[in-house]
């Protein structure tokens, strides 16, 4: 069976912790990531109705989206929900693990279940964000150009959209002067040399930034390799919040709202007034979204589904956009099954389930 590691590394490819919010906490929060993993148990939220779940059914590790521990914890008294929980994770075995806004963020995460659900199309990230990409430069004598630049690629650098192994070269001439202690793969100590160098220049995510350079390492053939690394500002469309996509065919606001109920199994939608219209284009997030009503206006969506709205945020639609808000867990519940059916397709001999505890807080009456 494999072990702590092993499973939260795998969902960490997908969806890289370093993606997630500087408020967040997502992350291996309880236990030993060398534990052997005895069974799974997915959950929205990893209360203490969930951690005994999982002791019951014999399982070790809990997998939810929201963390439990968002702040520091000074004692660990069970004064409260999150001390208990902890407290019994620790002295059951039971190791829990949050993926929150690192999965919120990416392009097959939480909000893009969301848009499945609905039956969008054309699916794309509302809020693209910046400063997620980094631009590699490096220079390579001529006659390893190829070979490097095949490296790079092969460890994800260079991938535009559908597009991959995307490159720029131009040829130059280089020069250094090795000194008496320097192992040159060109060249003699003491003397300056001059060599055709390529100059070579690819964007990369920058998760894969370790991966990137170790490649460069490896297949460059220089002692000292020249290169440089920088952030740039170019929106990453892979990576960002919300979603936005198209219904198949347009249909009127109130269709609309009995589609969304259906689709995500609500009894109850806060919404704005109607604008009576046809709608198509519609914009998400999965659970507090409010901060995303700009970007959504400013794609034209017609519908801005999402949760947590104050009073005076419903105000914000001014009779541009339709506001429906579904609640927070109505609106993420989902991501259990998308994480439920991650983990199956690549532990296939593992014990996974879905926690059969309502984790919602709010209830309707
Ligand atoms: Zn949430």
Known sequence: MPNIQQITQYLETLAPPIYQENYDNSGLLVGNSATEVKGVLVALDALEAVVDEAIAKGYNLVVAHHPIVFKGLKRLNGNNYIERTVLKAIQNNIALYAIHTNLDNVYRGVNFKIAEQLGLQNIKILAPKPQTLAKLVVFVPETHAESVLQALGSAGAGQIGEYKNCAFQVSGLGQFEPSDKANPFIGQAGK???????????????????????????????????????????????????????????????????????????????????????????????????????????????????????????FDADRRILIADIGHYESEQFTQHLLLDLLKKQFADLTIALTSVYTNPVNYF
């Open 192 to 314: 300056l040399e001059k060599v055709n160098e390529v100059r070579l220049e690819v964007i990369l995510p920058i998760h894969l930034q370790g991966k990137v350079l170790a490649a460069m390492y490896a297949s460059h053939p220089y002692e000292e390799v020249a290169y440089y690394l920088q952030n740039v500002e170019n929106l990453n469309q892979e990576i960002g919040s919300g979603a936005i996509g198209e219904l198949p065919e347009a249909m009127t606001e109130q269709d609309f709202l009995i589609y969304l109920k259906e689709k995500m199994r609500v009894n109850w939608v806060r919404h704005t007034e109607f604008l009576h219209k046809k709608v198509k284009k519609i914009a998400l997030c999965g659970g507090t979204g409010s901060f995303l009503l700009s970007k959504a206006l400013s794609q034209k969506a017609d519908v801005f589904v999402s949760a947590d709205f104050k009073y005076h945020e419903f």
